[in-house]
């Protein structure tokens, strides 16, 4: 492989720098197109705390701590902007393509590294999530420097280094997301395959190495097992709706083209799963006739989202953003299949990249559309925010009645005011506000601040306050007091914002004015 490299380096230097360039464009293409939604305002947020801090309220979410961290000494150094924050998410979605040419090297050579390179470079899942401040991209950096290291350590077993980077590498990624559990799977998986193919002496997966390097990633991440069992006990995850055939279908939708699938006819929609399997069996097939290492792909691409469905039987887990690392391995796979065929059939192989090409390209699109159809990862809040900060007077209050925006108005907010949320009471007039857990962790030390259970006793320091709602809610679903005036309304795509002032009941009703 490496000569194989020395005789290309030219062609690799000026094709793979071509490739880094059009990842970096395509992550930065229209990266504050979107305002900040619910999971990144929690992330920067969090991450603007202490160190203690972010590792107090990490123990009361549903993710480990380390991208918080990470992101923590990334704001100290560049700020908090959105812009300077998303940058770092592109950082890593950069250097996961270099991570994957490196992969696709040692797997399958040069022209393979090459077409992986690019299709990586223009995988929409890797796409978006490099525009977004969370920790899917550098846990799926993680994970490919650890394919990375475990290729390395089967060729040269007496290599302990490499054997070490693995285990640290794994150890990383158990700290930034959880499903390392399901690569892991995959790697064992993949050793277990090679096991039939080698010799006795030689089987890896039997070396004493092996399992004291796993030995010690369990130990490393011991310090963490009370958050987690804390985690599990009080979130339950249990937020992951029930897996069903067709969203388990549509997860090969969202990887390659940033969708459900859901829109396309049937056999269309089942027909890109059914690809990937063949896909899959042919470089098998391939990989046990030429020697290849192909299966690692395989197993990377297959066993997280096997592992997964089968415990989504007793609780559900299946959602499509954790399983990064089978999206990176779908493009590899198809790259490997391009390798192969461009060997066999120059006809075929431009037929299958084009429409590889297509689905991916066309995916890119919806990434960039990013239209602002509900209240969640697509928004302006930006705008919504500037546009209310504008019409502001000093001490007007602010109240979210709406869960998705609560957070990022404290994000576009902070400094100004503290955005108050709406929790009323049940109809057994007990208390509706959150336990305390998860994003709601973030407002413990101010919640008889923040939570607001009657509108009847709410007053602000000018007299005004601020409704943020959906377009579809606010003052048109709410019981409103009524020494409330309507002044002002403000709609920016899907949410809007009503400006009312609070009257005294002996007060004269004043004129009432509308903005569009």
Same mark, same amino acid.
């Given at each position: 492989?490496?000569?194989?490299?020395?005789?290309?380096?030219?062609?690799?230097?000026?094709?793979?720098?071509?490739?880094?360039?059009?990842?970096?464009?395509?992550?930065?293409?229209?990266?504050?197109? @979107?305002? $900040?939604?619910?999971?990144?305002?929690?992330?920067?947020?969090?991450?603007?705390?202490?160190?203690?801090?972010?590792?107090?309220?990490?123990?009361?979410?549903?993710? %480990?701590?380390?991208?918080?961290?990470?992101?923590?000494?990334?704001?100290?150094?560049?700020?908090?902007?959105?812009?300077?924050?998303? *940058?770092?998410?592109? $950082?890593?979605?950069?250097?996961?393509?270099?991570?994957?040419?490196?992969?696709?090297?040692?797997?399958?050579?040069?022209?393979?590294?090459?077409?992986?390179?690019?299709?990586?470079?223009?995988? %929409?899942?890797?796409?978006?999530?490099?525009?977004?401040?969370?920790?899917?991209?550098?846990? =799926?950096?993680?994970?490919?420097?650890?394919?990375?290291? *475990?290729?390395?350590?089967?060729?040269?077993?007496?290599?302990?280094?490499?054997?070490?980077?693995?285990?640290?590498?794994?150890?990383?990624?158990?700290?930034?997301?959880?499903?390392?559990?399901?690569?892991?799977?995959? !790697?064992?998986?993949?050793?277990?395959?090679?096991?039939?193919?080698?010799?006795?002496?030689?089987?890896?997966?039997?070396?004493?190495?092996?399992?004291?390097?796993?030995?010690?990633?369990?130990?490393?991440? $011991? +310090?963490?097992? +009370?958050?987690?069992?804390?985690?599990?006990?009080?979130?339950?995850?249990?937020?992951?709706? =029930?897996?069903?055939?067709?969203?388990?279908?549509?997860?090969?939708?969202?990887?390659?083209? =940033?969708?459900?699938?859901?829109?396309?006819?049937?056999?269309?929609?089942? @027909?890109?799963?059914?690809?990937?399997?063949?896909?899959?069996?042919?470089?098998?097939?391939?990989?046990?006739?030429?020697?290849?290492?192909?299966?690692?792909?395989?197993?990377?691409?297959?066993?997280?989202?096997?592992? $997964?469905?089968?415990?989504?039987?007793?609780?559900?887990?299946?959602?499509?953003?954790?399983?990064?690392?089978?999206?990176?391995?779908?493009?590899?796979?198809?790259?490997?299949?391009?390798?192969?065929?461009?060997?066999?059939?120059?006809?075929?192989?431009? #037929?299958?990249?084009?429409?590889?090409?297509?689905?991916?390209?066309? /995916?890119?699109?919806?990434?960039?559309?990013?239209?602002?159809?509900? &209240?969640?990862?697509?928004?302006?809040?930006?705008?919504?925010?500037?546009?209310?900060?504008?019409?502001?007077?000093?001490?007007?209050?602010?109240?979210?009645?709406?869960?998705? &925006?609560?957070? +990022?108005?404290?994000?576009?907010?902070?400094?100004?005011?503290?955005?108050?949320?709406?929790? %009323?009471?049940? @109809?057994?007039? #007990?208390?509706?506000?959150?336990?305390?857990?998860?994003?709601? #962790?973030?407002?413990?030390?101010?919640?008889?601040?923040?939570?607001?259970?009657?509108?009847?006793?709410? #007053?602000? /320091?000018?007299?005004?306050?601020?409704?943020?709602? /959906?377009?579809? /809610?606010?003052?048109?679903? !709410?019981?409103? +007091?009524?020494?409330?005036?309507?002044?002002?309304?403000?709609?920016?795509? =899907?949410?809007?914002?009503?400006?009312?002032?609070?009257?005294?009941?002996?007060? %004269?009703?004043?004129?009432?004015?509308?903005?569009?």
């Amino acid at each position: 492989m490496f000569s194989d490299y020395l005789k290309n380096k030219h062609k690799t230097i000026v094709l793979g720098g071509c490739i880094l360039l059009v990842g970096a464009w395509v992550r930065l293409h229209d990266i504050d197109k @979107s305002g $900040i939604w619910t999971d990144e305002a929690f992330s920067l947020i969090l991450s603007a705390k202490s160190l203690p801090d972010i590792l107090y309220h990490t123990a009361r979410d549903v993710h %480990p701590p380390l991208f918080y961290l990470i992101l923590h000494g990334w704001m100290l150094l560049f700020g908090d902007g959105v812009h300077t924050a998303r *940058l770092l998410s592109v $950082i890593f979605g950069i250097v996961n393509v270099v991570l994957a040419m490196w992969l696709m090297r040692l797997l399958a050579g040069w022209r393979a590294m090459m077409l992986g390179g690019l299709l990586v470079a223009l995988l %929409p899942m890797a796409v978006r999530y490099s525009q977004e401040v969370r920790m899917y991209v550098l846990y =799926a950096t993680f994970m490919l420097g650890a394919m990375i290291a *475990l290729v390395m350590w089967l060729e040269q077993p007496h290599r302990r280094r490499w054997l070490i980077a693995y285990c640290l590498l794994m150890v990383a990624g158990l700290y930034t997301h959880y499903f390392t559990v399901t690569c892991a799977f995959a !790697h064992w998986l993949y050793l277990a395959f090679l096991t039939s193919t080698q010799p006795k002496g030689e089987r890896c997966l039997m070396r004493p190495s092996w399992w004291v390097a796993n030995a010690a990633i369990a130990l490393m991440f $011991i +310090p963490w097992l +009370p958050s987690l069992i804390q985690q599990m006990k009080y979130s339950g995850f249990d937020w992951i709706p =029930a897996s069903e055939i067709k969203t388990i279908f549509g997860v090969f939708w969202q990887f390659l083209n =940033a969708n459900e699938g859901t829109g396309y006819a049937p056999v269309t929609f089942y @027909s890109l799963a059914v690809l990937l399997m063949l896909m899959s069996v042919f470089i098998v097939i391939e990989g046990n006739r030429l020697g290849k290492k192909y299966a690692l792909l395989v197993t990377m691409a297959w066993g997280p989202i096997g592992l $997964i469905i089968v415990v989504s039987i007793f609780k559900p887990l299946f959602v499509y953003r954790y399983f990064q690392m089978c999206a990176f391995a779908y493009s590899m796979i198809a790259a490997a299949v391009l390798d192969r065929l461009l060997e066999r059939s120059y006809v075929v192989f431009l #037929t299958v990249l084009a429409l590889v090409a297509y689905i991916q390209i066309d /995916g890119l699109s919806v990434v960039y559309a990013k239209n602002p159809q509900n &209240l969640q990862e697509f928004n302006q809040f930006n705008r919504l925010a500037s546009e209310v900060k504008s019409h502001s007077v000093s001490q007007d209050g602010l109240l979210v009645l709406n869960f998705f &925006l609560q957070l +990022p108005m404290v994000y576009y907010f902070k400094g100004d005011t503290l955005p108050m949320y709406y929790t %009323p009471l049940n @109809s057994d007039g #007990t208390s509706s506000r959150p336990d305390g857990y998860q994003v709601w #962790t973030l407002f413990n030390e101010h919640a008889d601040r923040v939570y607001v259970e009657r509108l009847e006793s709410l #007053t602000t /320091g000018s007299g005004r306050v601020w409704l943020m709602d /959906g377009v579809w /809610g606010g003052s048109s679903t !709410h019981k409103l +007091p009524d020494h409330w005036q309507l002044l002002q309304t403000l709609t920016v795509g =899907a949410a809007k914002a009503e400006l009312f002032v609070i009257r005294r009941q002996d007060a %004269p009703v004043q004129k009432t004015a509308g903005s569009p």
